[in-house]
T-cell receptor, first 113, second 115 residues
Framework: DSGVTQTPKHLITATGQRVTLRCSPR?????VYWYQQSLDQGLQFLIQ???????AKGNILERFSAQQFPDLHSELNLSSLELGDSALYFC????????????FGEGSRLTVL | KNQVEQSPQSLIILEGKNCTLQ??????????LRWYKQDTGRGPVSLTI?????NTKSNGRYTATLDADTKQSSLHITASQLSDSASYIC??????????????FGRGTQLTVWP
């Protein structure tokens, strides 16, 4: 158990809809990272937050947004969903702003029909 | 361009055999390199971390090597077990002094161990 909690574990929705994925980092970790992993693809970095502030942005679509709250949990919002958004979405946390060891959650599997 | 390339893309071995996975990178400036193991449908878990001055590091049956001159790393698995079946991901961290201190992920090597 990495200590990182993601909900929901599975989500099935339709095209055009909006979903929110939630992540609680390990106790004491200030950084949260979001990654997308499509079928048979590598992990694609989406965005990082550190202590409530956006720290780094990767290949995140404009339809996607994220935030980190004062209690350090984070949410990833995906809107106007398309079939191609079906993927595993991982949250990871680390203690510092610069990436050290990442502790990954178990992922949220999103299926868009 | 900062990249991490892993080979082979997939590998099938028999239980009890050894195998070696490769990771070549062009990330600069270099800070460290980690190998992660990702079981199917699960989150990756760190196996080892290699810094610039380290050549070899072991974690049980896993041994990672790093050649910082040629920018190559390998992960050697000895006496493979069925539970070793997973994707092994090489992740290179750029130096803290860089703008973002980014992580660069390889696409992973899918290892299958057959009984």
């Amino acid at each position: 158990d990495s200590g990182v909690t993601q909900t929901p574990k599975h989500l099935i929705t339709a095209t055009g809809q909006r979903v929110t994925l939630r992540c609680s980092p390990r106790s004491g970790d200030l950084s949260v990272y979001w990654y997308q992993q499509s079928l048979d693809q590598g992990l694609q970095f989406l965005i990082q937050y550190y202590n409530g502030e956006e720290r780094a942005k990767g290949n995140i679509l404009e339809r996607f947004s994220a935030q980190q709250f004062p209690d350090l949990h984070s949410e990833l919002n995906l809107s106007s969903l398309e079939l191609g958004d079906s993927a595993l979405y991982f949250c990871a946390s680390s203690l510092e702003s610069e990436p050290g060891e990442l502790f990954f959650g178990e992922g949220s599997r999103l299926t868009v029909l | 361009k900062n990249q991490v390339e892993q080979s082979p893309q997939s590998l099938i071995i028999l239980e009890g055999k050894n195998c070696t996975l490769q990771c070549n990178y062009t990330v600069s400036p270099f800070s460290n390199l980690r190998w992660y193991k990702q079981d199917t449908g699960r989150g990756p878990v760190s196996l080892t971390i290699m810094t610039f001055s380290e050549n070899t590091k072991s974690n049980g049956r896993y041994t990672a090597t790093l050649d910082a001159d040629t920018k190559q790393s390998s992960l050697h698995i000895t006496a493979s077990q069925l539970s070793d079946s997973a994707s092994y991901i090489c992740v290179v961290s750029s130096d803290r002094g860089s703008t973002l201190g980014r992580l660069y992920f390889g696409r992973g090597t899918q290892l299958t161990v057959w009984p």
